[in-house]
């Protein structure tokens, strides 16, 4: 069991299906459990894509 | 329990101290009745006409028209961060009177015990009852206590009636918006509901999140003596943000277009809400209120509340619209809009 | 909160829209699979800002609709049993049986606890040893971790005075028997993506290719879902069908590798029941063998349970995607929330819950009588 903060809250919460997860790192929590870890890198990556796409505002009319 | 009672300034005079539970015998009316009254409820509430003992309380009739209304308190756990069923049946109550534009002026409390409840507790939610009391500057001068057997109750509930004055030429109502205006909100929302779930037993969890509640009357004074032209005041207890608005939709008989992101919300409160996939629209409140005010007023009523120390997270969160009558709309951040409907009942955790 | 307010961006928000209105140049259906994306879809009000031609149907991933009539009647049977305590997710509740839910039971007496995982309920158990406590292990691949952990910690343990009623489902024999079905209009799925972060996609490259319609594994905040739909949009223009993972910060092709060993140990594939759909072939995880004397089903047999789903309640056709819920005659008339006829009425996720919620019945036009709530005066 380890504590998750869900962003000012805190949860006790069975991390073992997540071996080797440090603090400070994200998990997805399901149920009372952590099931998937987040990986922070492929988030900004996602983010920046979606950035790089055109705005509304640059469409022709 | 986060804020457990406090007793080492709280001095229990014999022979209540022979008796650290309540018994039925507290509530049969003979000497242990009497002993409560005399050596618990009088000395916290300290009130001239309460202690005389008599059946009803005689008070001098004010002038204008009277505010009247009771409410029913039962929350479990009777402790939880910010407050106690004692704030609750203090300030709930205020508030109701409060509400219809009413300066509150007296309650009542009457008490229903389970036997077996530790009047160590029971000394400490009639402690916090009278501090709220004094805090909202209104007289407990009528009370009552029974006794229920053992496993039939959560230790305690009370009951709270209240009567206030209302000032000439206040008159705000559930059924008077108009459309076109504009409809404030003096702070976050969902910080009692969320607060009560933290302690709630299966579900606990660690959190700075702390109960509102809190006496409206003066914050309302203020808003009244920026007009007394307000249409609607209501504080959004039970069903939330949501019920209010609904009440005041269908009441009135006008639409309600709310923006969602203008509702304020701590973060803690939004993330715990995720957490257990509740709405916070629908979580309770015990120290908010809705105004809903003519334009023109709009401004300055929020300037007021905002400079109050209990609206500082005031905002304008919608207007009111001859659109769609009964129903209220949100417009979500994204652009899209959804209907805000009433909630269910009682929240329940959405897990799967 | 961090990593998921920025997924809610109403500006990157409008760039994937405008891309999706850049792409699409015919009418598509997609189905997004999960409840927790169906609800995001109408919280958020997605659907509203679609171009006409993206259609989406709302699929069949919502756990307490397609719990089984007879498990739930199950379940009310145990529940009412004296010397049980009954533990469930909140979601299950007010879920309809034949006749009657748990909240009615609990209201007659029965000691039905509501638990916000599978531990308390466990936790529940060890406190109370003079009592029966029995959970109620409902949902998809994303809960099965959370009950196999729990059933395997109290064989360990020897807590003899707990079992679970299993009634968990899985994701792919769903698409698979809607991809199949001769009706289906469903041309690209948007797949569950906390499902995919437990049992990663490997097992979807063979339902695109033999069905030939694009899965795209989609996350749950409104940037996620709106990537998930462009995504999909795109390889329909294409005229491609292949499987897409548009929730890389969660999901990978393997998943999560512990929680499928456990998986594995404690429960074995069954056919299951989906309510409103039917059978369908190895959906469902029952307890394997070594577990049985922690199945509430065994441990509690009930006998004369005869399941009657109301005639009126369409949601099969809804949680097929046959219909949206508003096509449905009861809808909103003798079935609402308060009163629901199927489940798919009773949780926020299922879909006609959320339509009516959310107002999706009422032709409001919005659009244009929403006046501004920031007044220009303030």
């Not at chain 3, 698409?175 to 001769?182: E, H, T």
């Not at chain 3, 879909?351 to 244009?368: E, M, N, Q, S, V």
């Amino acid at each position: 069991m380890g504590k998750v903060d869900f962003g000012g809250v805190v949860k006790d919460v069975c991390l073992a299906y997540l071996p080797g997860i440090a603090v400070g790192e994200y998990a997805v929590v399901h149920a009372g459990f952590a099931i998937s870890r987040l990986d922070e890198a492929a988030a900004l990556e996602t983010l920046r894509t979606f950035a790089a796409m055109e705005s509304p505002n640059e469409e022709p009319l | 329990m986060p804020n457990p009672p406090h007793f080492e300034n709280w001095t229990c005079p014999l022979p209540l101290r022979d008796y650290p539970t309540i018994t039925l015998a507290h509530g049969g009316g003979g000497r242990l009745s009497a002993e409560l009254i005399e050596h618990l409820f009088l000395p916290a509430f300290a009130d001239t006409t309460l202690s005389r003992l008599t059946d009803a309380a005689v008070l001098p009739s004010p002038s204008g028209r009277l505010a009247f209304t009771t409410d029913s308190f039962v929350v479990r756990p009777l402790f939880f961060p910010g407050g106690s069923i004692g704030e609750l049946a203090v300030n709930g109550t205020v508030n109701d009177l409060a509400m219809s534009g009413a300066e509150p002026m007296y309650l009542t409390a009457a008490f229903v015990l389970e036997e077996g409840f530790a009047i160590t507790e029971l000394a400490e939610v009639v402690r916090r009852m009278a501090n709220a009391a004094r805090a909202a500057s209104v007289r407990i001068v009528a009370g009552d206590t029974k006794v229920i057997e053992r496993s039939r109750g959560d230790g305690c509930y009370i009951t709270t009636s209240g009567i206030g004055v209302v000032s000439d030429g206040v008159d705000v109502g559930p059924d008077h918006a108009q459309p076109g205006d504009v409809v404030i909100l003096s702070g976050t929302i969902g910080d009692h509901g969320m607060a009560v779930m933290s302690v709630r037993e299966g579900l606990e969890f660690e959190t700075t999140i702390e109960s509102d509640t809190a006496p409206l009357h003066d914050l309302v004074r203020e808003i009244l003596s920026v007009t007394r032209d307000i249409r609607c005041l209501r504080d959004p207890t039970r069903g939330g943000l949501a019920a209010t608005l609904n009440e005041i939709a269908n009441c009135s008989g006008v639409g309600i277009v709310i923006e969602e992101k203008a509702v304020p919300m701590n973060a803690a409160v939004r993330a715990a809400c995720e957490m257990l996939g509740f709405d916070p629209l629908h979580v309770a409140n015990e120290g908010k209120l809705v105004a809903v005010v003519p334009a023109k007023w709009a401004h300055a009523v929020l300037a007021r509340i905002k400079a109050h120390p209990l609206g500082v997270q005031a905002a304008v969160i919608g207007r009111v619209s001859d659109q769609h009558p009964g129903l209220v709309a949100a417009r979500t951040a994204l652009g899209g809009t959804r209907v805000v409907s009433l909630p269910l009942g009682e929240q329940l955790p959405r897990i799967c | 909160m961090k990593h998921l307010t920025e997924f809610r961006d109403p500006e990157l928000a409008g760039r994937l829209l405008a891309e999706i209105r850049r792409t699409v140049t015919r009418a598509w259906v997609l189905m997004e699979v999960c409840g927790g994306q169906t609800h995001a879809i109408v919280r958020h009000g997605i659907d509203q800002l679609l171009p006409p031609e993206v259609e989406l149907v709302h699929g069949p991933g919502c756990p307490v609709c397609v719990t089984p009539l007879e498990m739930i009647d199950h379940a009310l049977a145990i529940a009412a049993k004296p010397g049980v305590m009954f533990c469930s997710f909140g979601d299950m509740l007010r879920v309809p049986g034949s006749g009657n839910d748990l909240l009615r039971v609990k209201s007659a007496g029965a000691d039905v606890r509501i638990v916000y995982s599978p531990l308390d309920a466990l936790a529940l158990a060890r406190r109370h040893p003079d009592r029966e406590v029995v959970f109620f292990g409902i949902g998809f691949e994303t809960t099965a971790p959370a009950t196999a952990m729990t059933v395997h910690t109290a064989k360990r343990l020897g807590v003899c005075n707990f079992s679970v009623l299993a009634a968990h489902v899985r994701v792919p024999p769903a698409i698979r028997a809607i991809a199949s079905d001769p009706g289906n209009r469903v041309q690209a799925f948007l797949a569950a993506g906390h499902v995919c972060g437990v049992m990663g996609y490997h097992e979807y490259p063979v339902l695109a290719e033999s069905h030939r319609v694009p899965i795209v594994v989609t996350g749950f905040e409104p940037l996620d879902i709106l990537e998930g739909i462009r995504r999909a949009v795109r390889q329909l223009e294409a005229g491609e069908a292949c499987v897409e993972n548009a929730y890389d910060r969660v999901v990978t092709f393997q998943g999560n590798e512990s929680a499928q060993e456990l998986i594995a140990t404690v429960f074995e594939e069954t056919d299951r029941n989906w309510r409103g759909i039917g059978t369908i072939p190895a959906s469902g995880w029952k307890l394997r063998p070594e577990y049985h004397t922690f199945d509430a089903e065994l441990r509690f047999p009930v006998s004369g349970v005869r399941p009657a789903e109301p005639n009126s309640c369409r949601s099969g056709d809804v949680l097929r995607g046959r219909i949206k819920p508003t096509e449905c005659p009861a809808f909103g008339t003798s079935c609402t929330p308060w009163s629901p006829l199927g489940a798919t009425m009773v949780s926020s996720e299922g879909a006609c819950a959320a339509y009516f919620h959310t107002g999706r019945f009422i032709p409001l036009g919005l659009a244009k009588t929403a006046p501004d709530a920031q007044p220009a005066a303030l």
